[in-house]
């Protein structure tokens, strides 16, 4: 669909229903949020609505709203941060009159054919700052605050990114608007102690066969930590990056609400995305992931990886 056709339908109806992907990061809240504070301010009259699960973790940046089943049967919902329907949290979506994705990944949409995509953006954050200034709209500093962050966490604090010129020049224009950078910092990275020991337990766990790093976080991992999925999944990532040797760091944790095991993948500079699509994943050059359906599965990627490595080094 043409970006203008966007805002058309949010000038048509008077309900909007704005979802993203489920275990939500601050990316995916921060557009949701930002974009129904923009839209309150634009238009007071309207019914502007928050939902899908909620974060412990980025729980600070706002709240979801909580609503009837009839609310969607008249509305317009708007999902942003993901293109497939599998991921959408919130799938009362489908008695919405109509649908909009708004995304930047480099993934198909199978939701609707109402589909705004802009894979060179760092963080959908950036793509619906964009837009909405393009069409005139004005940010106020809530939104701003929530679209800055999803721009500091999906890009790494401004370390990846296609265009990251562009990237810079929408970031500025949120600190210009009153984005709160220091709140989102804050929040962001300080930890408590016993976060920092729950990395130190990973951090020594992981292992290394040629220039990739893995981590299998079987079931025993939620006994052992009372933490919600991403913690693990998304969390852990981190005691892997950062390392001269390792050139992929891949997280495989299972997750019993699927029934299989999560692969979270991450590189420095080789892309990664086609290993990705091959298990029937996806996302981007270098941040990118796939569902497994066991740990034979999981061997299959690593050994991918490995393949994938070497074949870069010749
Ligand atoms: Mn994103």
Same mark, same amino acid.
């Given at each position: 669909m043409l970006e203008k056709e966007l805002f058309a339908k949010i000038e048509e109806y008077d309900t909007i229903i704005i979802h993203r992907h489920t275990r939500p990061d601050l990316d995916a809240l921060g557009a949701q949020l930002g974009l129904a504070y923009t839209l309150k301010s634009a238009y007071p009259c309207k019914h502007i609505y928050v939902v899908g699960d909620s974060s412990l973790k980025y729980g600070f940046i706002g709240k979801m709203d909580l609503i009837a089943d009839?609310?969607?049967?008249?509305a317009l919902s708007i999902i942003c941060d993901v293109a497939v329907a599998n991921m959408?949290?919130?799938?009362?979506?489908?008695? $919405?009159?109509e649908v909009i994705v708004v995304d930047h990944h480099k993934n198909d949409c199978d +939701?609707? $054919?109402n589909h705004l995509c802009d894979c060179k953006r760092v963080a959908v954050c950036e793509y619906l700052t964009y837009l909405l200034l393009k069409f005139g709209y004005t940010i106020p500093k809530e939104a701003a605050t929530c679209f800055y962050g999803g721009m500091i966490t999906d890009s790494g604090r401004f370390m990846y990114g296609e265009n990251l010129a562009e990237t810079l020049e929408i970031a500025s224009k949120l600190i210009s608007f009153g984005a709160d950078s220091k709140f989102i910092y804050d929040h962001i990275y300080v930890e408590t102690l016993e976060e920092r020991n729950r990395k130190n337990y990973f951090s020594n766990r992981f292992e290394v066969r040629n220039g990739v790093a893995y981590l299998k976080n079987t079931e025993e991992v939620f006994q052992k930590f009372n933490v919600e999925f991403n913690d693990i $999944?998304?969390?852990?990532l981190s005691v892997m990056?950062? +390392?001269?040797? +390792?050139?992929i760091w891949l997280n495989f944790t299972y997750d019993s609400s699927k029934n299989a095991i999560i692969g979270e993948f991450r590189s420095?500079?080789?892309? +990664?995305v086609d290993v990705a699509k091959k298990y029937g994943g996806g996302g981007h050059t270098l941040a990118c992931g796939a569902t497994l359906k066991d740990w034979e599965e999981v061997d299959r990627v690593i050994m991918d990886f490995i393949e994938l490595l070497r074949q870069v080094e010749e």
């Amino acid at each position: 669909m043409l970006e203008k056709e966007l805002f058309a339908k949010i000038e048509e109806y008077d309900t909007i229903i704005i979802h993203r992907h489920t275990r939500p990061d601050l990316d995916a809240l921060g557009a949701q949020l930002g974009l129904a504070y923009t839209l309150k301010s634009a238009y007071p009259c309207k019914h502007i609505y928050v939902v899908g699960d909620s974060s412990l973790k980025y729980g600070f940046i706002g709240k979801m709203d909580l609503i009837a089943d009839e609310v969607f049967d008249r509305a317009l919902s708007i999902i942003c941060d993901v293109a497939v329907a599998n991921m959408v949290s919130d799938t009362r979506y489908t008695r $919405s009159q109509e649908v909009i994705v708004v995304d930047h990944h480099k993934n198909d949409c199978d +939701i609707t $054919s109402n589909h705004l995509c802009d894979c060179k953006r760092v963080a959908v954050c950036e793509y619906l700052t964009y837009l909405l200034l393009k069409f005139g709209y004005t940010i106020p500093k809530e939104a701003a605050t929530c679209f800055y962050g999803g721009m500091i966490t999906d890009s790494g604090r401004f370390m990846y990114g296609e265009n990251l010129a562009e990237t810079l020049e929408i970031a500025s224009k949120l600190i210009s608007f009153g984005a709160d950078s220091k709140f989102i910092y804050d929040h962001i990275y300080v930890e408590t102690l016993e976060e920092r020991n729950r990395k130190n337990y990973f951090s020594n766990r992981f292992e290394v066969r040629n220039g990739v790093a893995y981590l299998k976080n079987t079931e025993e991992v939620f006994q052992k930590f009372n933490v919600e999925f991403n913690d693990i $999944s998304r969390g852990m990532l981190s005691v892997m990056s950062g +390392i001269e040797e +390792i050139e992929i760091w891949l997280n495989f944790t299972y997750d019993s609400s699927k029934n299989a095991i999560i692969g979270e993948f991450r590189s420095r500079s080789v892309s +990664i995305v086609d290993v990705a699509k091959k298990y029937g994943g996806g996302g981007h050059t270098l941040a990118c992931g796939a569902t497994l359906k066991d740990w034979e599965e999981v061997d299959r990627v690593i050994m991918d990886f490995i393949e994938l490595l070497r074949q870069v080094e010749e």
